[in-house]
């Protein structure tokens, strides 16, 4: 705590994984007297740096770029970049905490990293952008590499700002290499890799279902987010039968009793992603209802996948969706369950899928990106969903592994937090004292 004084997040994000981990460590003599947790807490290397670039009125504007190195112990740092005013060291400590886990999940050999910028590409002209990214990467490259660590996107980064990353990266090292994940599919990215968060959450909810004898068809689903993660889980729910109720974005959410169809779906892409416009342009051209300031989570249905950002939905929040019948909460963002939020889906003993199992099919993908460049060879869309697929099934069994508790009921946050620590811990302990 007095370490980490102030960084409420990253404190927040440990206390919830060591919840369930020191159970477990105490059971387990080997990773207590290696003081594996001590460890595990302390990122392996933080990296902070000046961002000067100059706007489009000729000025220059100052920012803060960060690289948190958290752990290495089964492959290369591997995290995304988060661009938002928001980010600060604690945020980026928390997702990189959680990155590790998540990577570890995978089966793939990733380490965990995270890094960013309190620089908001929204209301910046391209120019502006790729101005920011090449001041950025201008010290970044020095740090990161297709063997050391390998940034991708996250909040702020989509592919306009990994393409400038990118095309700086090769300038100053002369080198057409992996360096970072998410990048276009003729420039060595991966198929599936822009859908894949979303279409990975919603293969780990079939995976939920399914041992419930339950599908998707006909399931009323509510989704907060209206960007990358949110749009593509939204349009596989809505192939596999579902309906999809409600989308959101900082402003409010839109709901749709019949259920947003992919029409509608196609218009909130180029909205959110072309024009950059706000989701309350999809409730005026479809007729259906606006909520401004509000969250979606007032709204009748069967599962809520928060798919926004960190601590969007609130003890009250997840009170009311358990008395609307609510049964399964699956993160597609990072954290965006509080404490308070996820002790009331234990309580009623909702399926809570933590996000570090369920959104991990986003950095799984990136992982096969790696492997494709490293190759020199790209796989077909199909080969990588199936992969992707298998990938969600294997991390679900292995939630199912270290969560069961009575009554074959499936404690998921206390199986990924587990899973995906042992490990980590078993790479630690083989490789001594580092
Ligand atoms: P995007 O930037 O594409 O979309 C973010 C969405 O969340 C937007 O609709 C945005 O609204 C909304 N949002 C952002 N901040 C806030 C806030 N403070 N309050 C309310 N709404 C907010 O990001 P992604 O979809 O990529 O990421 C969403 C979440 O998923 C993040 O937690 C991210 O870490 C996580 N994630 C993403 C992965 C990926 O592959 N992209 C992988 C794994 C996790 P607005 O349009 O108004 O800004």
Same mark, same amino acid.
């Given at each position: 705590?007095?370490?980490?004084a102030?960084e409420?997040e990253?404190?927040?994000?440990?206390?919830e994984?060591?919840?369930?981990?020191?159970?477990?460590?105490?059971d387990?003599?080997k990773?207590?007297?290696?003081r594996i947790?001590?460890?595990?807490?302390?990122?392996?290397r933080?990296i902070?740096?000046?961002?000067?670039w100059?706007?489009?009125?000729?000025?220059?504007?100052?920012?803060r770029g960060?690289r948190?190195?958290?752990?290495?112990?089964?492959?290369?740092y591997?995290?995304?970049?988060?661009?938002h005013?928001?980010?600060?060291?604690?945020?980026?400590?928390?997702?990189?905490?959680?990155?590790?886990?998540?990577?570890?999940?995978?089966?793939?050999?990733?380490?965990?990293?995270?890094?960013?910028?309190?620089?908001?590409?929204?209301?910046r002209s391209?120019?502006?952008?790729?101005?920011?990214?090449?001041?950025?990467?201008?010290?970044?490259?020095?740090?990161?590499?297709a063997?050391i660590?390998v940034?991708?996107?996250?909040?702020?980064?989509?592919s306009?700002?990994?393409?400038?990353?990118?095309?700086?990266?090769?300038?100053?090292?002369?080198?057409?290499?992996?360096?970072l994940?998410g990048?276009?599919?003729?420039?060595?990215?991966?198929?599936?890799?822009?859908?894949a968060?979303?279409?990975?959450?919603v293969?780990?909810?079939?995976?939920?279902?399914?041992?419930?004898?339950?599908?998707?068809?006909?399931?009323?689903?509510?989704i907060?987010?209206?960007?990358n993660?949110?749009?593509?889980? *939204?349009e &596989?729910?809505i192939?596999?039968?579902a309906k999809?109720? %409600?989308?959101s974005?900082s402003n =409010?959410? !839109?709901?749709? +009793?019949?259920?947003?169809?992919?029409?509608?779906?196609?218009y909130?892409?180029?909205?959110?992603?072309?024009e950059?416009?706000?989701i309350?342009?999809? *409730?005026? &051209?479809?007729?259906?209802?606006?909520?401004e300031?509000? %969250?979606?989570?007032e709204?009748? =249905?069967d !599962?809520?996948l +928060?798919n926004?950002?960190?601590?969007?939905?609130?003890?009250?929040?997840?009170l009311?969706?358990?008395q609307?019948?609510?049964?399964?909460v699956?993160?597609?963002a990072n954290?965006p369950?509080?404490?308070?939020?996820?002790a009331?889906f234990?309580?009623?003993?909702?399926y809570?899928a933590?996000?570090k199992a369920a959104?991990?099919?986003?950095?799984a993908?990136?992982?096969l990106?790696?492997s494709?460049n490293?190759?020199?060879?790209?796989?077909?869309r199909?080969?990588?969903?199936?992969?992707?697929q298998q990938?969600?099934r294997e991390?679900?069994?292995?939630?199912v592994?270290?969560?069961?508790?009575?009554?074959?009921?499936?404690?998921?946050?206390?199986?990924?937090?587990i899973?995906?620590?042992?490990?980590?811990?078993d790479?630690?302990?083989?490789?001594?004292?580092?």
């Open positions: 705590q007095k370490r980490n102030g409420s990253f404190l927040q994000a440990v206390t994984v060591a919840e369930t981990v020191i159970p477990y460590i105490q387990h003599k990773y207590r007297e290696a947790l001590e460890r595990i807490v302390e990122p392996e933080v902070i740096f000046r961002v000067p100059l706007n489009d009125r000729g000025e220059v504007e100052v920012n960060f948190v190195q958290m752990n290495s112990a089964i492959g290369p591997k995290g995304g970049l988060r661009f005013e928001s980010v600060n060291l604690s945020v980026l400590k928390f997702l990189a905490f959680e990155q590790i886990f998540k990577n570890s999940l995978t089966g793939l050999p990733m380490g965990g990293g995270k890094g960013g910028s309190d620089f908001n590409p929204k209301g391209d120019h502006e952008v790729m101005k920011f990214c090449q001041s950025f990467m201008t010290e970044l490259y020095r740090h990161v590499g063997d660590d940034p991708a996107g996250d909040i702020g980064v989509g306009r700002e990994i393409g400038y990353l990118f095309g700086q990266y090769k300038r100053i090292k002369g080198e057409f290499t992996g360096v994940t990048k276009g599919y003729e420039w060595g990215g991966s198929q599936i890799r822009p859908e968060t979303g279409y990975g959450l293969y780990f909810v079939k995976e939920i279902l399914e041992r419930q004898k339950e599908t998707l068809k006909d399931k009323k689903i509510i907060s987010g209206s960007g993660v949110a749009q593509f889980a *939204a &596989k729910c192939l596999e039968g999809v109720l %409600t989308l974005d =409010g959410y !839109i709901y749709n +009793p019949k259920g947003i169809d992919l029409e509608g779906l196609a909130i892409k180029k909205l959110k992603n072309d950059r416009g706000r309350s342009a999809y *409730a005026t &051209k479809y007729n259906c209802d606006y909520f300031g509000k %969250t979606p989570w709204v009748e =249905g !599962i809520a +928060p926004a950002t960190q601590n969007e939905l609130h003890k009250k929040d997840a009311k969706l358990v609307n019948g609510c049964f399964c699956a993160e597609g954290m369950c509080t404490p308070e939020a996820i009331v234990n309580q009623y003993k909702i809570y933590p996000g959104n991990a099919g986003g950095v993908v990136s992982g990106e790696m494709q490293s190759l020199r060879y790209t796989w077909t199909d080969k990588v969903d199936a992969k992707l990938i969600m991390i679900h069994t292995l939630c592994k270290h969560g069961k508790e009575d009554h074959d009921y499936i404690n998921y946050e206390r199986g990924a937090n899973g995906g620590f042992v490990k980590i811990a790479a630690m302990l083989a490789q001594g004292l580092v």
